[in-house]
């Protein structure tokens, strides 16, 4: 069965940085767009960033272009989210996404999405 296990947050000071990654297994990777969301303490889950099957494209939720950036290694199915220049509204459960099988080329998140247990990032000073 598809299985999404993100790693890599922890502590950070703001103007930091941390890399996420979320390896992926159970399914045909390279086959399916990959989603990064998150969910900040008493807010609702708010989508980061998508990221075609080959890396071609990429997009961003604005609240994030230009300080975060994801890849994709597909020999080694994972999905990545480098995070620069962080600040403490960047604070949340972070999420890797597969999309479902019915729409595979989604690179946003939403009904039929397939989750990972999240992987906490705190910033502060």
């Known amino acids: 069965q598809v299985q999404l296990v993100e790693s890599g947050g922890g502590l950070a000071q703001p103007g930091g940085s941390l890399r996420l990654s979320c390896a992926a297994s159970g399914f045909t990777f390279s086959s399916y767009a990959m989603s990064w969301a998150r969910q900040a303490p008493g807010k609702g889950l708010e989508w980061v960033s998508g990221?075609?099957?080959?890396?071609?494209?990429?997009y961003y939720a604005d609240s994030v272009k230009g300080r975060f950036t994801i890849s994709r290694d597909n020999d080694k199915n994972t999905v990545y989210l480098q995070m620069n220049s962080l600040k403490p509204e960047d604070t949340a459960l972070y999420y890797c996404?597969?999309?479902?099988?019915?729409?595979?080329?989604?690179?946003?998140?939403?009904?039929?999405?397939?989750w990972g247990q999240g992987t906490q990032v705190t910033v502060t000073v």
């Open positions: 996404a597969k999309p479902p099988d019915s729409d595979p080329w989604r690179v946003t998140v939403g009904s039929g999405s397939s």
């Open positions: 990221i075609h099957s080959d890396g071609s494209d990429t």
